[in-house]
């Protein structure tokens, strides 16, 4: 609330479902793709973040006033990963991690919100250490794993408005592809396997907040790469089926999801806070449903390489995927049926070093289009674009900020609106 109130001073009343019905305000007439009649006042609270995949600069995108609101600099080329409460984006660069306030805060009166805009800022905080690599926002903690030094370092989100920021550093362990994670009382952190130096982890320790390591997590999780939020615990995705682990008046708990087939394994996973669904990548052109309750699987084909991949974030209803062959997909989880959008940029390659993104806010998704310098945004209804942003530069990385995806007035049509 801290955040809110000293924004509120700056910013002026831009939102409020009980004062200002949809429709109302900068740009609102020119979505036709989804009409303000049928939206909720707080789509207005979404910004985009762009990042610049040959330099440093970030372009912020005020969804509400339809323009580029400023320009910031990160300090070089860097991966974009939005925070659980949204007020924040982090920028994760070769050596250095940066924190971006998103200049949105949130009243929520629960029948109705306000809305507090002020500039985006890079924060003075920053994080350095040999090749930052996995992050995860979870429970008011940002983790970062250096991956060159076996150190995860945690920041309290909320603090980052405070003049010293919390940050909690991890006993190191052998440099890996690891990551750490809040859970409970406790927090997760992986371990290599002993004949793999630097690779992808084993398995996951249970630490203490000072560090000393309770117990392990009684499933190994061989080549552990991915994680999302599931319920009250965390999906980790390994060589041989998804783990799930939980932790319950000081207990961990911890089961494991077999593949459908052992053909392919996941990477990367997505959740939605009103569903039970688990969403993954497996193999190159194929997504996976799975229900963390029986197991139940189902499998989804794509007419090309699957890039990128999110749910969309207000009912999670629909899988949006970014292809190699430029279009973006839209799936039905219920019926399976799946639209496209035709060549939203240029066929490119998953692995290719500066390519296009993705990310979505509820009825819309933003895609980069680095040979174009462009970031388009495009109507998932109609699956249309329908405005383009010149940004110049090669944009490729893409986050939303503003979002709670936790808070009731994501979207219209969610489960607790």
């Not at 372009?59 to 949204?86: M, N, Q, R, Y």
């Not at 995705?237 to 593949?259: E, H, I, P, W």
Request: aromatic share 6%.
């Amino acid at each position: 609330m801290s955040l809110a109130l000293s924004l509120s001073v700056l910013g002026a009343v831009l939102g409020c479902s009980s004062e200002a019905g949809p429709g109302t305000g900068a740009g609102a007439g020119g979505r036709a793709d989804a009409p303000e009649t049928e939206r909720h006042t707080s789509w207005r609270r979404a910004r985009v973040l762009v990042g610049d995949g040959r330099g440093g600069s970030l372009h912020v995108i005020d969804i509400e006033d339809e323009e580029v609101i400023a320009e910031l600099d990160a300090g070089g080329p860097a991966a974009l990963h939005g925070t659980e409460s949204g007020d924040y984006a982090v920028a994760v660069g070769a050596e250095e991690v940066r924190f971006i306030r998103s200049g949105v805060a949130i009243v929520d009166h629960t029948d109705h919100i306000h809305i507090y805009k002020s500039p985006p800022k890079v924060l003075d905080l920053s994080l350095s250490g040999a090749s930052p690599g996995a992050f995860v926002s979870r429970d008011e903690w940002l983790s970062i794993f250096f991956d060159g030094t076996g150190q995860a370092v945690m920041v309290k989100e909320p603090s980052l408005n405070a003049e010293e920021p919390e940050v909690l550093s991890l006993p190191p362990v052998e440099p890996h592809r690891g990551l750490a994670a809040p859970l409970g009382d406790a927090f997760l952190l992986s371990f290599p396997p002993e004949d793999e130096p630097g690779g992808l982890p084993l398995g996951l320790n249970v630490l203490s907040a000072d560090g000393e390591v309770l117990e392990g997590v009684s499933s190994p999780c061989p080549g552990l790469h991915g994680q999302t939020a599931i319920g009250g615990g965390i999906a980790f995705a390994c060589d041989d089926g998804l783990l799930l682990v939980g932790r319950d008046g000081g207990t961990t708990t911890a089961r494991k999801l077999s593949y459908p087939s052992a053909d392919a394994r996941s990477f990367t996973l997505r959740s939605h806070v009103e569903r039970t669904t688990l969403i993954g990548d497996f193999g190159e052109s194929t997504l996976l449903a799975i229900e963390p309750e029986d197991g139940a699987a189902r499998l989804f084909e794509f007419p090309a390489p699957v890039c990128h991949f999110e749910l969309e974030p207000g009912r999670g209803e629909q899988v949006i995927a970014l292809a190699a062959d430029g279009n973006v997909y839209a799936l039905d989880l219920a019926s399976a049926a799946m639209a496209a959008h035709t060549a939203a940029v240029p066929a490119f390659q998953c692995d290719d070093a500066v390519r296009p993104g993705l990310a979505l806010a509820p009825d819309y998704a933003y895609v980069t289009d680095p040979a174009g310098g462009e970031v388009h945004e495009i109507g998932l209804r109609s699956l249309t674009i329908t405005r383009s942003y010149q940004v110049g530069g090669a944009p490729s990385a893409v986050v939303i900020m503003g979002l709670n995806l936790k808070n009731v007035n994501v979207a219209p049509g969610a489960a607790h609106d």
